[in-house]
């Protein structure tokens, strides 16, 4: 049984910076592309940024590129997504979520196999 559980979420005022982080079990994130997903009250879910399973390609929505990274530590079996210079705008409940093998950008929710169940940002003004 595959799990996927984030952590790092909180309330951060408007400029600084959040780790996410997703620890996973039953999946081995080595042989998995991951992606980040966030949901904000009354929107769609969307696409944050991927990481391709053989961890050489990255993609970014233009809303967070330069200010989000996505990386993961196969060591450890987990996947971070570090958020620098924070927006109100980026408050969200954010998701994790992985599909063995995948590859190209990967950004809707319908490519992903396993989700966790999501880490709630605040981000104040």
């Known amino acids: 049984q595959v799990q996927l559980v984030e952590s790092g979420g909180g309330l951060v005022q408007a400029g600084g910076s959040l780790r996410l982080s997703c620890a996973a079990s039953?999946?081995?994130?080595?042989?998995?592309?991951m992606g980040w997903f966030r949901q904000a009250p009354g929107k769609e879910r969307e696409f944050v940024a991927s990481?391709?399973?053989?961890?050489?390609?990255?993609y970014y929505a233009d809303s967070v590129k330069g200010r989000f990274t996505i990386s993961r530590d196969n060591a450890r079996n987990t996947g971070n997504l570090q958020m620098n210079s924070l927006k109100p705008e980026d408050t969200a409940v954010y998701y994790c979520?992985?599909?063995?093998?995948?590859?190209?950008?990967?950004?809707?929710?319908?490519?992903?196999?396993?989700w966790g169940q999501g880490t709630q940002v605040t981000v104040s003004s």
């Open positions: 979520a992985a599909r063995k093998y995948g590859v190209g950008r990967g950004s809707l929710p319908a490519n992903y196999n396993y």
């Open positions: 039953g999946l081995t994130f080595s042989t998995s592309a």
């Open positions: 990481l391709t399973w053989t961890g050489d390609m990255t």
